[in-house]
């Protein structure tokens, strides 16, 4: 009878030791994983503030351009009134 016990409980130590080497190993690769997702973060967040930052470097020279195509334009109308005023 004590064999017997003896047996149940080795066997069960047995699992218990395969059990928890493969929790182990999905430890071990949740880990790698968050580490992973850790990095993907941290390259996401570089690329948003790129992104922020040439947005902002757009919507300023969007500014300039329109002030400069605005007095190209006055100065393109004066011209053609000095002309009409003054040429013809």
Excluded: C, H, P, V
């Amino acid at each position: 009878m004590e064999d017997r016990i003896t047996s149940r409980f080795d066997r069960i130590d047995e699992k218990i030791d395969l059990l928890s080497d493969i929790t182990s190993r999905y430890d071990e690769r949740l880990q790698q994983g968050n580490t992973k997702f850790s990095r993907m973060e941290t390259r996401l967040d570089g690329l948003e503030n790129r992104m922020i930052d040439i947005e902002t470097l757009l919507a300023k020279m969007s500014g300039r351009s329109l002030i400069f195509e605005r007095a190209t334009w006055i100065i393109f109308s004066a011209a053609i009134a000095i002309l009409f005023k003054y040429g013809g």
